[in-house]
């Protein structure tokens, strides 16, 4: 599976952006997938995950904030961000799992390759 993640960008605090991540080579169905982060000197951040419409995880400091959903016809899922904060600034990798279950943890056996979303003050 290859995924392309697209949609970062420089917004300013307050604003709003939508991140995609196409797959390809593989469907996105009954894959647990979603949205790490990334800064320089810290290490990859987990912010959301998806299994299913009612399964549905976020870290604390985007609940509220961002909205993870996916496409799976389209191949596609989504993250978007609203009420973006300076702190939000970093490298955004979406991921997929080959498998549903995240009871230890989601983590990606497949990775796309970062979009930067960066948040003026």
């Known amino acids: 599976v290859q995924l392309q993640a697209s949609g970062g960008g420089l917004v300013q605090a307050g604003g709003s952006l939508r991140l995609s991540c196409a797959a390809s080579g593989g469907a996105l169905d009954y894959r647990a997938v979603g949205w790490f982060r990334q800064t320089p000197g810290k290490e990859r951040e987990g912010i959301s995950c998806?299994?299913?419409?009612?399964?549905?995880y976020y870290v604390d400091s985007v609940k509220g904030r961002f909205a993870i959903s996916r496409d799976n016809p389209k191949s596609t899922l989504y993250l978007q961000m609203t009420n973006l904060k300076p702190e939000d600034t970093a490298v955004y990798y979406c991921?997929?799992?080959?498998?549903?279950?995240?009871?230890?943890?989601?983590?990606?056996?497949?990775w796309g390759q970062g979009t930067l979303v960066t948040v003026s003050s």
């Open positions: 991921a997929a799992q080959n498998h549903p279950y995240i009871s230890d943890g989601f983590t990606g056996d497949y």
């Open positions: 998806i299994v299913s419409l009612d399964d549905l």
